[in-house]
């Protein structure tokens, strides 16, 4: 018998503190930290960034204190907005999963999944073959994707069941095939740029060379591809 899709997403407590918070966070420092700067600058000792401890402090009532908690609201509300754009919603059915973020929706048939596990905050899926097929910031937790995905028949996982495979990549490690070497020396310098979209395509190559990696930081953690 076919069970009903599960959504796991976001609860409206959790889209409310998301929506609300750093933007009363940044009201709250727009008030605290004129009177905190002044009480420092009092100390008549050196201050680290004395000029920005100066530059708060000089900010009093009135039209300044309102400018000031409007640009710390305004920075609150962007964090706000880049958090939602990036939360993952995860409807989970029978036969198949669908990962929809504000700006993408990607589904995944059952068939073709070979293990789910969560990494840090992040949930993970991989093919087959263990290859990456998406990772990204769920709205739920680890315990209620664990749950659905196991209701639902799916090869859960509480860590990575590749976990003890994986080697660290350093620039004169001869373990590995010349070409897979390169790629992954090409993508150490775009993870040090933050080029995103680079790095995801180099880890493409790096797949189809029959490996995988996974980043720590700025390190590379490179293991052989695995067939379940």
Do not use: C, N
Not at 53 to 79: D, N, P
Not at 151 to 177: I, N
């Amino acid at each position: 018998m076919t069970s009903e899709p599960t959504v796991l997403a976001l609860s409206r407590t959790d889209r409310v503190l998301i929506l609300l918070g750093p933007a009363a966070l940044g009201l709250l420092l727009a008030l605290a930290l004129p009177p905190a700067a002044r009480w420092l600058v009092g100390l008549g000792g050196p201050l680290p960034f004395g000029f920005v401890v100066k530059a708060v402090a000089g900010v009093h009532g009135g039209w300044q204190l309102a400018v000031q908690a409007g640009i710390f609201m305004a920075v609150g509300a962007v964090t706000s907005a880049e958090i939602l754009r990036r939360v993952t919603r995860v409807t989970v059915a029978d036969d198949e999963v669908e990962l929809r973020t504000a700006a993408d929706r990607r589904t995944f048939a059952r068939v073709d999944i070979g293990a789910l596990y969560p990494e840090r905050d992040l949930l993970i899926l991989l093919d087959r073959d263990s290859r990456h097929l998406f990772h990204g910031e769920p709205g739920a937790s680890r315990d209620r994707l664990g749950d659905a995905f196991r209701r639902h028949g799916y090869p859960w996982h509480d860590e990575d069941p590749f976990g003890e495979l994986y080697h660290r990549w350093t620039p004169d490690s001869a373990e590995l095939p010349i070409e897979v070497a390169a790629v992954l020396s090409a993508r150490a310098m775009a993870l040090r740029k933050k080029a995103a979209k680079e790095v995801t395509e180099l880890r493409a190559i790096v797949e189809k060379l029959g490996y995988t990696v996974r980043d720590d930081g700025t390190q590379q953690f490179w293991r052989p591809l695995v067939r379940s």
